[in-house]
């Protein structure tokens, strides 16, 4: 029955005016008439007309369906390219961390065994021969301590949870935007799409066929005016011929508001547009009697129907259908004015000529046109009414429209958009190349000048048959891929991926679930989706909007940004810590930055400075710069000159104070245990005072502004000041527990200058260019390597 969905795969066994909307399963939104030449059903579909009765041949598993859900719902357990990235980063960070400390065991040992370590008062610590076995041991075991410590440091353990914190506080913020995010790694991953392949229909376009052009008589119209400028007798004509040669309807809508119409799009375009004429469709339709109806197929190209008066009993009979066949049935035309006018040679040319610029257009041309009937011609029963073949010849044409799916509003902006964020839009669709290449010039997707070159405009077809290795090089150049099936959008989604594109792919149809999970990105329609299609995606796109699509890409980089801002800032924290003490321990034989306080500082620059950083939100500047390719390192050229330039200066100002901070404090008179712990309390104050001012300057890493917009994010105005105020309670109250002093006021201020001048250098170190090829390509070659090599087998 009508509205009904078809339970399983089978055979109609037999059936009445059976149609079933099968644009599920394939994208086409045609319906599709059943019988003994077509009769396979598949599960899923509904029915659009008529009833039948079915041979199951397939449930569950077994049918389209259910084979499909099947091949979707593997996991291939790919990386995404910011997981590849940070792997790479975590195996060259953990292999330089471990060499270190292993490096650092190894002179501590030699320096304690050989009797070079001496202890605060100048002893040495270890005797051979003398010195004790507890003394020994717990020599030894400081030692270790020491070396454990430097793998702490080195270690970036905050980098997961920065990640999560972003992805997390970043999808929350998308639902906003229209966007619900199914899985979490897509956030970023849609940072790096370098490729956007939308549907058309729903997407780009608003799925509404709509009426833009019309000819009333030989008179263009504007569709959007009312019907009040027509002469009464064109208007009644033109109501009765839409009202009741039709197989939709106009009805009130649930809420009262307005009205809701059914139908096929065409039909409901027709109707939309008789309504705005001021036609009432009920009232309309009780004023005659339908004596016969003749339906459209796709052969004739055209429905009519005939009607008798209820008051004069005077029959009319209407045709509907593509405007050339209408317009070769007609001997004349109805005027604006009401008057009948022959159709000349002329006046045909005048039609002719009409009708092909609409279909320049792209629009679909439909005619329609009527007839008087003699009444004592029609059939005086039913079983003659049924058989009788109305008149198609000798028509009076009445109008002329022109429908076409527009484009959604702010869809040319959102295309040009993706173009000045370096992203290729690229239009899939099932129609024919005409009608692409208009909606895709109306988009934006296509130029004037793109219209010329080779391979720009392609059938789905002739993709599909070129070779392997002219494909790759035609794939580039694709725009518009007309006339495809759901194989050759998944064929251009892995061919794009193939040659090392992120491509992000939209679809609503079961037909659209392969390419939606082969894509790096795959984007549902919350309205038009079908379940398979929103359980194969990873996004879901909650109004249909491709503009909603182009704020995810927006957020996408938003994500990757900030977590470079991290990585930033926390390898700035760890290098400049770790050669502190890496120096310091070789030297001297002790650390300035015990284990508890490099504790406290991976607690409040891992945690608070991941929240902090994370919850920077999204600027235009993200969409003026190319993507992050899949080969593109995650620690750039900016971050390796800001992340060497801060921790230079760091350890510069820090280990002056660790060799001669006795002298620069004025501490010689003092104690030399006492002297010890106020110059190691400096240093850590001094270092965590730095790494407070550095998260300002990770916000911008390549703007001279770094306070811009600062006030807004709350987040990290209150993480910074609870740092900082946490950072006061260690030194002054917790000293016990940090290993620390309470410090005069003006040593507070030359922490305090410590931290503050790192800034203004951070801001006169952007001034410096970098260069194009990567700054210390020979330290980070195993790490190139590592992601090169993940890349290129994912």
């Not at 007798?233 to 809508?253: C, H, K, R, W």
């Not at 895709?440 to 130029?447: P, T």
């Not at 891992?606 to 600027?619: H, I, Q, S, V």
């Not at 000159?641 to 404090?665: D, E």
Request: hydrophobic share 45%.
């Amino acid at each position: 029955m009508i509205g009904d969905q078809v339970p399983a795969d089978g055979i109609l066994i037999n059936g009445h005016s059976l149609a079933i909307d099968e644009s599920s399963m394939t994208g086409e939104s045609k319906i599709v008439h059943k019988d003994q030449k077509s009769p396979f059903l598949m599960s899923g579909c509904k029915v659009a007309d008529g009833a039948g009765t079915l041979l199951v041949t397939g449930v569950g598993i077994n049918t389209e369906w259910g084979l499909l859900m099947a091949s979707i719902s593997e996991d291939t357990g790919e990386e995404t390219p910011l997981q590849v990235r940070l792997n790479g980063v975590a195996t060259f960070i953990g292999i330089v961390g471990l060499t270190v400390a292993l490096s650092v065991l190894i002179v501590l040992f030699t320096r304690f065994f050989t009797g070079n370590s001496k202890n605060a008062d100048g002893s040495v610590q270890f005797v051979h021969g003398k010195t004790s076995m507890g003394q020994t041991v717990d020599g030894a075991i400081k030692i270790i301590t020491a070396a454990v410590t430097i793998v702490v440091v080195a270690v970036p353990e905050g980098l997961p949870l920065a990640v999560t914190l972003t992805l997390a506080y970043s999808m929350k913020k998308m639902m906003a935007d229209k966007a619900l995010v199914r899985r979490l790694s897509a956030c970023e991953t849609m940072g790096s799409a370098t490729t956007i392949c939308s549907d058309k229909t729903g997407t780009l376009t608003m799925n509404q066929m709509t009426v833009v052009e019309a000819y009333i008589g030989s008179k263009q119209i504007d569709p959007s005016e009312d019907g009040t400028q027509l002469n009464a007798a064109v208007s009644s004509l033109l109501d009765e011929g839409i009202a009741q040669n039709t197989a939709g309807s106009v009805f009130p809508s649930k809420d009262g508001a307005g009205i809701d119409v059914s139908g096929s799009p065409t039909e409901k375009a027709i109707l939309h547009w008789g309504v705005k004429l001021g036609m009432k469709f009920d009232a309309v339709r009780s004023e005659s009697i339908i004596l016969h109806v003749s339906p459209f197929n796709s052969t004739k190209k055209r429905a009519g129907v005939a009607l008798r008066g209820r008051t004069d009993s005077q029959v009319h009979l209407h045709w509907k259908g593509a405007a050339e066949v209408i317009l070769a049935s007609c001997s004349q035309f109805m005027d604006a004015d009401g008057s009948l006018q022959s159709i000349d040679e002329d006046k045909k040319v005048f039609f002719k000529d009409a009708i092909e610029t609409m279909a320049a257009k792209s629009l679909r041309c439909v005619a329609i046109a009527y007839r008087t009937y003699e009444t004592d011609k029609v059939p005086a029963n039913d079983e003659q009414l049924e058989q009788w073949t109305l008149p198609e010849d000798d028509l009076a044409l009445l109008a002329i429209v022109g429908i076409k799916d527009p484009c959604r509003p702010g869809v040319k902006e959102a295309v040009k958009l993706c173009s000045d964020a370096g992203i290729k839009v690229r239009m899939v669709t099932g129609d024919n190349l005409q009608t692409a290449k208009a909606i895709a010039v109306e988009c934006g997707i296509l130029s004037s000048d793109e219209d010329n070159v080779e391979y720009s405009i392609i059938e789905g077809k002739t993709f599909r048959e070129l070779p392997d290795r002219e494909r790759e090089q035609v794939v580039k150049k694709i725009s518009v891929m007309g006339r495809s099936s759901p194989s050759d959008k998944l064929l251009l989604v892995q061919t794009l991926r193939k040659l090392g594109e992120v491509v992000a792919v939209t679809g609503d149809g079961t037909n659209d679930a392969p390419a939606l999970h082969e894509a790096d990105i795959g984007l549902a329609m919350g309205i038009q989706g079908t379940e398979v299609a929103k359980e194969s995606s990873d996004i879901i796109i909650l109004d249909d909007n491709f503009s909603s699509v182009v704020k995810v890409v927006r957020w996408g980089r938003s994500v990757y940004a900030n977590i470079q801002k991290f990585i930033q800032f926390q390898l700035t924290v760890n290098v400049a810590a770790l050669v502190i003490n890496v120096v310091a321990a070789v030297s001297s034989g002790d650390v300035p930055l015990n284990t508890v306080q490099l504790l406290w500082v991976n607690l409040i620059m891992d945690t608070l400075g991941a929240l902090a950083l994370a919850t920077e939100p999204p600027t235009d500047h993200l969409m003026h710069r190319p993507p992050v390719g899949r080969r593109e390192p995650l620690v750039t050229n900016i971050m390796w000159r800001n992340l060497l330039i801060q921790a230079i200066y760091q350890v510069t100002v820090l280990l002056i104070f660790n060799f001669c901070g006795k002298t620069v404090l004025n501490l010689k008179n003092e104690p030399s245990e006492h002297a010890n712990m106020v110059k190691n309390t400096v240093i850590f104050n001094g270092f965590v005072l730095c790494q407070i001012f550095n998260e300002f300057n990770a916000r911008k890493p390549d703007e001279m502004n770094v306070f811009e917009g600062v006030t807004k994010n709350h987040f990290f105005t209150g993480i910074v000041g609870t740092t900082f105020i946490f950072q006061i309670i260690i030194i002054e109250f917790l000293g016990k527990f940090a290993t620390t002093v309470k410090l005069s006021w003006n040593l507070w201020l030359v922490c305090l200058a410590i931290g503050i001048f790192s800034w203004p250098l951070a801001v006169v170190g952007k001034l410096i260019p970098v260069p194009q090829t990567p700054l210390a390509k020979v330290f980070i070659k195993p790490y190139q390597r590592c992601v090169a090599s993940r890349c290129n087998s994912n």
